[in-house]
T-cell receptor, first 116, second 111 residues
Framework: NAGVMQNPRHLVRRRGQEARLRCSPM?????VYWYRQLPEEGLKFMVY????????ESGMPKERFSAEFPKEGPSILRIQQVVRGDSAAYFC??????????????FGPGTRLTVT | TQLLEQSPQFLSIQEGENLTVYCNSS?????LQWYRQEPGEGPVLLVT?????EVKKLKRLTFQFGDARKDSSLHITAAQPGDTGLYLCAGAQNAGNMLTFGGGTRLMVKP
């Protein structure tokens, strides 16, 4: 089975541009999570999505950030009007359907966003 | 906000030594996962512990979940240079919930 796929691996944007980060979950997984790792900081939860639904977006900044997981295609994390403080590694994780006693999240290789 | 405190933050040891990494919280977790992350890559899942008091072994790595499911430890026996990396603990309050990560332990094993 292919693992979680993310692209691009590296993305450079100028201040004010838009960044679009893509994530394809592991085969058979229908739940996607996005995390952000700022330089010298730990991983922080951003958003949890199922197909066509946002389940928990408590970690998302209120402005400029949005996420979707359409019926077909990858999950997209979009950052509008990027600022230097958005420079970070963005990781996507996927899991099987909850409802089991526990679940496990598998991470992709990440997208390293640099805002110049 | 649930916090996971990991200690130590940094650890530099000689090949062959043993070490223990701790992950502590005041919150109860339904499951706790340990990951290892290499530079420029995503975290790789090592183990999941679910039951209070549970112990799992993965070759030279031993993972323990506290009885009250608030803390966990990772013990490495006879460390090798290949064990070098960032070790992360992460807890989930309920199945399907987000993971709360500890700050990580950066381990260096010198030959």
């Amino acid at each position: 089975n292919a693992g979680v796929m993310q692209n691009p691996r590296h993305l450079v944007r100028r201040r004010g541009q838009e960044a679009r980060l893509r994530c394809s979950p592991m085969k058979g997984h229908s739940h996607v999570y996005w995390y952000r790792q700022l330089p010298e900081e730990g991983l922080k939860f951003m958003v949890y999505l199922q197909k066509e639904n946002i389940i928990d977006e408590s970690g998302m900044p209120k402005e400029r950030f949005s996420a979707e997981f359409p019926k077909e295609g990858p999950s997209i994390l979009r950052i509008q009007q990027v600022v230097r403080g958005d420079s970070a590694a963005y990781f996507c994780a996927s899991s099987q359907k909850p409802g089991q006693a526990y679940y496990e999240q598998y991470f992709g290789p990440g997208t390293r966003l640099t805002v110049t | 906000t649930q916090l996971l405190e990991q200690s130590p933050q940094f650890l530099s040891i000689q090949e062959g030594e043993n070490l223990t990494v701790y992950c502590n919280s005041s919150s109860v977790f339904s499951s706790l996962q340990w990951y290892r992350q290499e530079p420029g890559e995503g975290p790789v899942l090592l183990v999941t512990v679910v039951t209070g008091g549970e112990v799992k072994k993965l070759k030279r790595l031993t993972f323990q979940f506290g009885d009250a499911r608030k803390d966990s430890s990772l013990h490495i026996t006879a460390a090798q240079p290949g064990d070098t990396g960032l070790y992360l603990c992460a807890g989930a309050q309920n199945a399907g919930n987000m993971l709360t990560f500890g700050g990580g332990t950066r381990l260096m094993v010198k030959p």
